[in-house]
């Protein structure tokens, strides 16, 4: 009788140790942040061996982007699975605002703000990659909405960051904008975006 073929079982068990290195990783860095955690503590969490962290991700800093763009998809993914098929402009916009900023506002966000930041003046690479699969894929979803090209995606700019920046500046500072003060925000900047596009 032939025996069945080791090689998915070991790439089952090599998908599944990826997920756990990144996982491990993903809690070291948001707690402690990248200078301070080591590839020996994510191995020690994550278990196998410095060599697969260093086959599977090249060094640290290529473990940090994963994590980065691990994140990014986790805070984004209720933004890309929405259906606004049918909604109005303003609607929509007010509902994609809201749904970004529960997101970007939540602690585990803000953490992840502040691991990036901190290596944004050493790790420049990073902080692109960040900018890429961050504010670049939330302003895409909101340029797809309001018809694609240029203006709707100049327009997706404005709009995120008049909802985005002063809030999440404001939390990275440890004293975030309450709730409806956030609602209040994508209101008004769902009007002006809305105007602008009936204009």
Known sequence: MTETPRT?????????????????ATEA???????????????????????????????KEGLF??????????????????????????AGLVILGRTLMRQLIQPRHIAFQRMVLAVSDRLPAQMAEWYRVGPETSQSVI??????????????????????TDAVNRALMGTPPPWDEIEARIDAAATLIATRHRA
């Open 8 to 24: 998915p079982r070991l790439n089952i068990r090599g998908a599944a140790r990826h997920e756990q290195i990144i996982e491990a």
């Open 29 to 59: 860095f948001l707690g402690r942040g990248f200078d301070a955690t080591s590839v020996d503590e994510i191995v020690r969490a994550a278990g196998g061996s410095k060599t697969n962290v260093y086959r599977q991700f090249g060094d």
């Open 143 to 164: 340029t797809a909405f309001l018809g694609g090209g240029a203006e709707a995606a100049q327009s997706a700019m404005l709009f995120h960051d008049m909802i985005v």
């Open 65 to 90: 982007a994963a994590v980065v763009r691990r994140l990014a998809a986790e805070f984004l993914s209720p933004l890309e699975v929405l259906d606004l098929g049918g909604v109005g402009t303003r």
